[in-house]
């Protein structure tokens, strides 16, 4: 009997171990559950910090690039970068570092006269980054230093009101020389070349195409035509859309054709010479936020972001990978002028000398 009663109670304590062991292996898989689930949630935020390293760090732009705000959301959106920006034509933005001498608040300029980043480049005012995004933009369009590099290409025309030039019983211009003609006397706007990049780029072109004494002849001819001289790259088109003058020389891009829906005016590329400048970005020396601009610049010069960018104001953009905006139908590339841009750089406080001399105070 009692052998029995032995066994019995060997047998009860067998099983309440099994059941304490069961118990307690249960418990472990819950633990081990919690803490599997507690490392994938840290590897998720780990991962999410290393693909927005730059989250809330504010950069500051100089933008000089029509609709280019259109795309700020989505950068913003991607990276966690937030943008603050100011419009400013390069040329007033070239005088104001020179002010400076430098010491800039503004991380990165974005657009606009292409002859304003040499200068700035050759005063020291500009950081050296190549972004491994030059790799897919014609070499033609970018920096030969790796101080900048360009978004898009700019081709330059003319915007035209068709319903004042029938009013006033005008010819549709076509060429530049037509634009010499007496019979647009007073009708014609330009950008003061020393504030718009853009307008200084026409003015430097056509000296490279038909020759220093020739040019300055022309130029001299167009100058009788034009009472006003805007003081943006944007004004001529403004104007002439609201019927204050009949032909703008102007950047035709974007918003040209947005214009062209709503108001009776026509972007008109020259039969020939058509001079262009690539629309440029770079980092400024005096950036405190250097990295997070290479993120800027990197993002904006990628296919991705170039087709953003595209979307927000349609041009031809730099990078080969994506296509021309179908807008830019009627443009004939081989028209464009076999441009130097290094030398229109470098020959722009002789060439604004002379033309101040031209037009007077």
């Avoid at 300029?109 to 972004?131: I, P």
């Avoid at 995004?133 to 101080?147: M, R, S």
């Avoid at 441009?339 to 722009?348: A, H, P, S, V």
Wanted: glycine fraction near 10%; include cysteine.
């Amino acid at each position: 009997m009692r052998k029995f009663l032995l066994i019995m109670l060997i047998v009860v304590l067998a099983f309440s171990l099994i059941a304490c062991g069961g118990d307690n292996g249960e418990e472990d898989v819950s633990v081990n559950e919690e803490v599997t689930e507690a490392e994938g949630n840290d590897v998720e935020e780990m991962d999410e910090e290393q693909e927005r390293p730059f989250e809330g760090t504010v950069l500051e732009l100089s933008v000089a690039y029509g609709g280019a705000d259109g795309s700020f959301e989505a950068f913003t959106e991607e990276t966690g970068i937030e943008i603050e920006w100011v419009s400013l034509s390069t040329g007033a933005k070239l005088s104001q570092l020179q002010a400076e001498e430098g010491e800039t608040t503004t991380d990165v300029w974005f657009g606009g006269g292409v002859d304003s980043y040499f200068a700035a480049r050759d005063l020291g005012y500009l950081y050296q980054y190549r972004s491994p995004e030059f790799d897919n933009i014609d070499e033609k369009y970018l920096d030969p230093e790796g101080y900048f590099g360009a978004l898009s290409l700019v081709p330059f025309g003319f915007i035209v009101n068709e319903e004042l030039i029938e009013e006033l019983g005008l010819d549709m211009p076509e060429t530049w020389e037509d634009l010499a003609d007496s019979q647009y006397d007073g009708e014609i706007i330009m950008a003061d070349p020393s504030i718009s990049g853009g307008q200084y780029a026409i003015l430097s072109g056509l000296i490279q195409v038909m020759g220093e004494d020739a040019a300055w002849e022309y130029w001299e001819a167009v100058n009788e035509n034009v009472d006003y001289y805007a003081q943006s790259g944007g004004e001529p088109q403004q104007k002439v859309a609201a019927g204050e003058f009949a032909i703008g020389l102007t950047a035709i891009h974007g918003q040209t054709f947005g214009l062209m829906e709503t108001a009776p005016v026509v972007g008109i590329f020259p039969s020939e010479n058509i001079p262009w400048i690539p629309a440029p970005i770079a980092i400024f020396e005096n950036s405190e936020n250097k990295e997070a601009a290479k993120v800027l610049v990197d993002w904006y010069l990628s296919e991705h972001g170039q087709d953003i960018l595209m979307e927000a104001d349609a041009r031809i953009m730099a990078n080969r990978k994506v296509a021309p905006p179908e807008e830019m139908g009627t443009l004939n590339m081989d028209q464009l002028i076999d441009f130097d841009l290094e030398r229109m750089g470098r020959e722009r406080e002789e060439i604004l000398g002379s033309w101040k001399e031209l037009i007077g105070e």
